[in-house]
């Protein structure tokens, strides 16, 4: 008996292998990989960054990077061959009947084009609809996707949008022809909790709305158990386990999965002495953007990035700043550090630095140090890795000699568990948490008495983040460091901070300790925060947190 096209599963991948090189054999990036993903369903692709996830997802519509190589295996969608399958074939699937989200809009997205001519053009190629009718599917494909005040952002370039915005627009183009498949590669990645929350919610509406499956790129199970029907995990290339979600993490067994399930930044922030005296401190200080019009560029308005923050960082001690995107976060961490101009008394160990003209803060910099978010762009590719972590010891401390210099960053290396026999290798040799290591230990380097850390951890897989915490509290402890510890993700929070300060839109709206913040959140913000976060509905929260809502 024949089987029915309607029996088959709608994507159906056996023992696909693809390599890179010039022959593809050099390097796998995929090893023998096997899954099927049922029509209406959620199969969820999970593992470490470099398991090869991304790299099978972009097999199936045949867009690898070039020197990739698929070399062997088959990939059957709605029954029909992919593999070896004409470009005409392949044109009619891509954002027909398979449509793709990809992590980060900004560079998914044309910044030249606006979003109308972004969406309007795969409505075009694939001959959906007439050209007077492609600006109304557009605006109908904005307001579906829940982007508000649709019909202005037409006219919007992706840089005016926020991450959340650009995210939904890439949603609306893998929607504009109704595809039987999405494919979402680590499509909240970057995004605040609050932002996460919306994207999920509004894929999985959507998925009920249009009845197509979705298959899920992530390094976050916590997403994943909200999210999927069946869940794959990969390493190196490979498929170690496959299950029902509910069963598999319930019973991992395989012991790479349990380690994935396990690494979630854990323990708690090393105890803060209240009396410990104030090393950073500010009151009512002000960062405000002038919006500048007409001939003469008079300010007609301000933007207030900061509007009137108070607050004090100890000695030994981490305060977070938490809250979305454009809260005034960075702008505030970069104010305290003198690198933008603001208004307001700055006090550094009890001394106001905010008069201090840039020649007289430059001795104050071995002090005051920062570590950046992403660790790609932080590092320049053209230095080795010693050359960058001595780079502030050539500025600051230039009484020393190029041996001395090369003991203190073997030392910064080793604080930070990597090899001080590899720093004559450059950025592009290290993965993405080693690189933020190296980022650290930079800053360690100057011996200084505060950090700013800058969303650390947010662009590292979750066993990554639990190394770079328990860094971090590490080093806190030996070294009696402070830190200001920027970011948006509440569980990395919880395991680093004993002080936390809320912000929304300028203002710090909540602050205190870390212990009864997380027991009893009094300001709703700071609840939707938590709810996001940990996955909680009214009942998940205290009944005082409840009470005061």
């Known amino acids: 008996m024949a089987l029915n096209e309607s029996d088959a599963p709608l994507l159906e991948i056996e023992n696909l292998s693809v390599g890179f090189g010039p022959t593809g054999g050099e390097s796998r990036a995929v090893e023998n990989a096997s899954l099927r993903l049922e029509r209406g369903k959620t199969l969820g692709l999970v593992g470490e960054s470099g398991s090869g996830k991304s790299v099978t997802a972009l097999a199936i519509v045949r867009l690898l990077a070039p020197g990739a190589k698929i070399l062997g295996g088959s990939i059957r ?94 949603i609306a183009m893998a929607l504009a022809n109704c595809p039987d498949l999405l494919i979402a590669d680590e499509p909240t990645t970057a995004l605040d909790v609050t932002v996460q929350a919306q994207i999920l919610t509004l894929l999985r509406d959507l998925q009920a709305r249009y009845g197509m499956a979705i298959l899920f790129i992530t390094h976050d199970l916590g997403i994943v158990r909200r999210m999927a029907d069946n869940v794959a995990v990969m390493k190196q290339g490979a498929i170690v386990e496959t299950g029902a979600t509910a069963e598999l993490f319930r019973a991992p067994r395989h012991e790479y999965t349990k380690m994935l399930l396990a690494a979630e930044p854990k323990g708690a922030a090393p105890p803060a002495n209240p009396n410990a005296p104030e090393v950073l401190a500010t009151q009512d ?50 104010a305290l550090l003198r ?62 000699s190029a041996a001395e210099r090369r003991a203190v960053v073997a030392r910064a290396l080793t604080d930070t568990g990597i090899d001080p026999a ?47 915490v328990d860094l971090l509290r590490d080093l806190q402890v030996r070294r009696n460091l402070s830190y200001l510890f920027i970011s948006h993700d509440l569980k ?44 909680l509905d009214e009942a998940g929260m205290s009944a005082t947190a409840r009470a005061q809502t």
């Open 339 to 400: 690198l933008i101009r603001s208004e307001g008394p700055i006090l550094y160990l009890g001394q106001g630095i905010d008069g201090f003209s840039a020649r007289q803060m430059r001795p104050l910099r071995k002090a005051l140090q920062v570590v950046f978010q992403d660790p790609y762009g932080s590092l320049s590719p053209r230095m080795s890795v010693g050359e960058i972590v001595e780079e502030g010891l050539l500025i600051q401390d230039k009484g020393l």
């Open 77 to 170: 969608f709605q029954g029909r061959e992919l593999i070896g399958a004409d470009e005409s074939v392949l044109r009619e699937i891509r954002g027909a009947r398979i449509g793709m989200v990809f992590q980060e809009p900004m560079t998914s997205l044309n910044p030249l084009h606006r979003i109308e001519k972004q969406i309007g053009e795969i409505l075009e190629i694939h001959g959906m609809f007439s050209r007077d009718k492609r600006r109304a599917r557009t605006l109908e494909l904005l307001r579906e996707v829940g982007l508000q005040n649709a019909e202005q952002r037409l006219d919007a370039f992706p840089h005016e949008l926020s991450g959340g915005q650009r995210q939904r627009v890439m």
């Open 422 to 468: 590899t720093m004559d290798r450059y950025p592009h040799e290290f993965s993405g948490g080693q690189r933020q290591r190296i980022a650290i230990a930079r800053a360690l380097a100057l011996d200084p008495e505060i950090i700013v850390l800058d969303e650390p951890t947010s662009a590292l897989d979750r066993s990554v983040q639990a190394q770079i």
């Open 492 to 535: 990395v929070v919880k395991a680093l901070a004993s002080q936390i300060a809320v912000m929304r839109d300028g203002k710090i709206v909540e602050q205190g300790s870390a212990a009864e913040i997380f027991a009893n959140p009094r300001e709703k913000y700071t609840q939707e925060l938590f709810a996001a976060a940990f996955d």
């Open 285 to 334: 200080l002000r960062v405000w953007f002038p919006i500048k019009k007409g001939f003469f560029r008079r300010a007609s308005a301000y933007v207030k990035a900061v509007d009137g923050v108070s607050l004090a960082l100890r000695k030994g001690q981490t305060l977070a700043l938490v809250g979305e995107s454009g809260s005034g976060k960075t702008t505030l961490g970069l």
